[in-house]
């Protein structure tokens, strides 16, 4: 029996699904929120060759009429050229205004599919039918879509809550272990934010969460997503000046840095460029006094227990310390000239602060 975990936010409230083999019920799971039986997916190639079939032939069997779209896998699909293409076919369709997009696939697919559906006919429903453990515990929760242009990653899109999300724990057993940690380092995220029962949890279960078991999946999804939702309902607009959803940007400051850095070519995957971050944010915090070293060697002794990436040394790749500073005092999160960080008062301790000296984020570089 999946697992039921209710999103209750101002304009919207649906159901997180979190379970095995959803995707071969998903006709089942979802013919009562669908406002009608008609659904255009979208996914990429990679995951349509291992789920889209199954997908199929659970819409057939409820009698939901579906097209599929498939866009070729990686970021680069988050773009104008893939949006107007999926966008050209919807309309070439027919569609109408109760016609709902299903997202299959990880975050990639989950933005993009997400934008397409918050702007066509100003707002079609949409379903997220995540595959990768990042997607299931962080971008399928919270209403965020959208794509990348020249300008930077994410700078168009909207918020658009789905219907429901079927969190498959099945499908992650074809992910790449690689995708698997960096899936990981959200859910540490979590913990290390506002939930440090969770992070208890993480440094007891983390092997078997990295192993696929399904069950310890479950749970895992299930305590990050409920993590995020209370986050995401308290702020769900990201309007709140400090704390809030910013807090959801623990150890991604530096994190992006390191990402963009390498041109966001796949060499660091986002969670990864998030398990260094978190432990510099941890070493920041330490620096500038606000945290116990203890809370600093949990954090590093977890990461390093389960061989995710801890520090910038652990990367085969060169980086200069003037550059991912340029990176971090251009990020889109500085307000003021100063720089802005989550930083952490100890384990589920996260705050904002808009006033870190630069030459502290050097050191904590550089160390
Ligand atoms: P992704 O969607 O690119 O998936 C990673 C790779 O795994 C892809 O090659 C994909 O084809 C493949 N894949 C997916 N499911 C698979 C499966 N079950 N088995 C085997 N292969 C599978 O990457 P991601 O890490 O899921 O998502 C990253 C994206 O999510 C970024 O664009 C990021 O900006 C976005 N994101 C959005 C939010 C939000 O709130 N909207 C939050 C965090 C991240
Ligand atoms: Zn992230």
């Not at 919270?142 to 789905?162: C, M, V, Y």
């Not at 992006?256 to 850095?261: D, K």
């Not at 006094?289 to 652990?314: F, N, Q, T, Y």
Request: glycine share 10%; hydrophobic share 45%; net charge negative.
């Amino acid at each position: 029996r999946p697992v039921r975990l209710p999103v209750a936010l101002d304009h919207a409230a649906y159901d997180v699904v979190i379970g095995t083999n959803l995707i071969s019920r998903a006709g089942a799971l979802l013919a009562p929120v669908l406002p009608q039986k008609k659904v255009i997916i979208i996914t990429d190639e990679t995951v349509a060759a291992l789920y889209l079939p199954a997908l199929e032939d659970s819409l057939r069997e409820t009698g939901i009429a579906f097209r599929a779209l498939t866009v070729p896998p990686g970021e680069q699909s988050k773009s104008l050229k893939t949006y107007e293409h999926l966008v050209d076919a919807i309309l070439e369709e027919g569609v109408e205004r109760r016609t709902t997009i299903i997202a299959l696939g990880g975050g990639v697919v989950g933005d993009l599919a997400g934008f397409v559906a918050a702007s066509t006919l100003r707002g079609l429903p949409f379903v997220q039918i995540p595959t990768t453990l990042l997607s299931q515990v962080d971008s399928s929760v919270g209403g965020k879509t959208g794509i990348n242009t020249r300008w930077g990653k994410n700078l168009l899109g909207a918020f658009h809550q789905p219907l429901c999300v079927l969190a498959d724990v099945s499908a992650l057993s074809t992910l790449p272990q690689r995708e698997l940690i960096a899936g990981y380092a959200e859910i540490v995220k979590s913990g290390l934010i506002g939930d440090p029962e969770l992070f208890a949890w993480c440094e007891k279960n983390g092997d078997s969460v990295l192993a696929a078991d399904p069950d310890t999946l479950t749970e895992a999804v299930r305590q990050a997503c409920a993590f995020k939702a209370r986050v995401v309902a308290a702020d769900e607009r990201e309007a709140q000046a400090s704390g809030g959803r910013a807090l959801l940007n623990l150890g991604h400051t530096f994190g992006h840095a390191l990402e963009a850095e390498l041109g966001y070519d796949g060499r660091l995957l986002h969670g990864e460029g998030v398990s260094i971050g978190l432990k510099l944010a941890f070493a920041l915090s330490v620096k500038l006094g606000v945290c116990a070293p203890e809370d600093l060697a949990r954090v590093e002794a977890h990461l390093r227990a389960l061989k995710m990436p801890a520090s910038i040394g652990d990367l085969p790749y060169c980086f200069r310390v003037a550059d991912l500073m340029a990176h971090m005092q251009r990020d889109k999160k500085m307000q003021d000239g100063r720089l802005s960080f989550v930083l952490a008062h100890g384990i589920g301790k996260a705050f904002t602060s808009r006033d870190v000296p630069a030459e502290m984020v050097r050191d904590v570089l550089i160390e």
